[in-house]
């Protein structure tokens, strides 16, 4: 079982920067493959970025391509989302998700655990 719980959210303006956290307790973090997904009010979960479990390869939504940044820290049980250039259009719940996978998993579909989200509100 994993347990994901997400931190870092808030209301910022448009161009700031956040750095979203999301600790994981499970006993071997490197066996997971994570993700960052958002949910807008009356949308979809979309994919936002992905990593696989050693961090090699990583996804990125054309959206957020060039301004987000996901990384790990196996040591720590930790996969972060750095978001800078905010923008309105950001504006969601922002979901963590772990995959048990040696590739990148990226679909909603595909991933087991979840965490509860942390809210991002951009104001322009």
């Known amino acids: 079982q994993v347990q994901l719980v997400e931190s870092g959210g808030g209301l910022v303006q448009a161009g700031d920067s956040l750095r979203l956290s999301c600790a994981a307790s499970v006993r071997t973090f490197s066996n997971y493959a994570m993700g960052w997904f958002r949910q807008a009010p009356g949308k979809e979960r979309d994919p936002v970025a992905a990593i696989s479990r050693t961090g090699i390869s990583t996804y990125y939504a054309d959206s957020v391509k060039g301004r987000f940044t996901i990384s790990r820290d196996n040591a720590k049980n930790r996969v972060y989302l750095q978001m800078n250039s905010l923008k309105p259009e950001d504006t969601a719940l922002y979901y963590c998700?772990?995959?048990?996978?040696?590739?990148?998993?990226?679909?909603?579909?595909?991933?087991?655990?979840w965490g509860q989200g942390t809210q991002v509100t951009v104001a322009s």
């Open positions: 998700a772990a995959e048990f996978s040696n590739g990148l998993v990226i679909k909603v579909q595909d991933y087991d655990y």
